[in-house]
Nanobody, 116 residues
Framework: VQLQASGGGLVQAGGSLTLSCAAS????????MGWYREAPGKQRELVAG???????DYGDSVKGRFTISRDNGKDTVYLQMNILKPEDTGIYYC???????????WGKGTQVTVSS
């Protein structure tokens, strides 16, 4: 399974970015897709995850600002990030799993930098 993420970049605080991640090379159903991020000096953390059944979870720091969605037919997940803060800066990784929730597969990260 290959996960191709796109949409990262540099944005000013208060701005918005949209990330997308498409899964390919799979012959089985992808149930879970999600976004994780890794800030300098910090552990990788959940940003948002969504199952094919519609369960959604967000990291506490992004609730109310970020929205995750997916197109099951295209095995693509999106992350709409609004009201970005400098502390949102990091490398954002896409993850997927055949199970309802998990990180069996990882994509290469995409850098998000929020300037103050």
């Amino acid at each position: 399974v290959q996960l191709q993420a796109s949409g990262g970049g540099l944005v000013q605080a208060g701005g918005s970015l949209t990330l997308s991640c498409a899964a390919s090379g799979t012959i089985f159903k992808i149930n879970y897709m999600g976004w994780y991020r890794e800030a300098p000096g910090k552990q990788r953390e959940l940003v948002a995850g969504i199952s094919s059944g519609g369960r959604i979870d967000y990291g506490d720091s992004v609730k109310g600002r970020f929205t995750i969605s997916r197109d099951n037919g295209k095995d693509t997940v999106y992350l709409q990030m609004n009201i970005l803060k400098p502390e949102d800066t990091g490398i954002y990784y896409c993850a997927a799993d055949r199970a309802a929730w998990g990180t069996e597969y990882w994509g290469k990260g995409t850098q998000v930098t929020v300037s103050s």
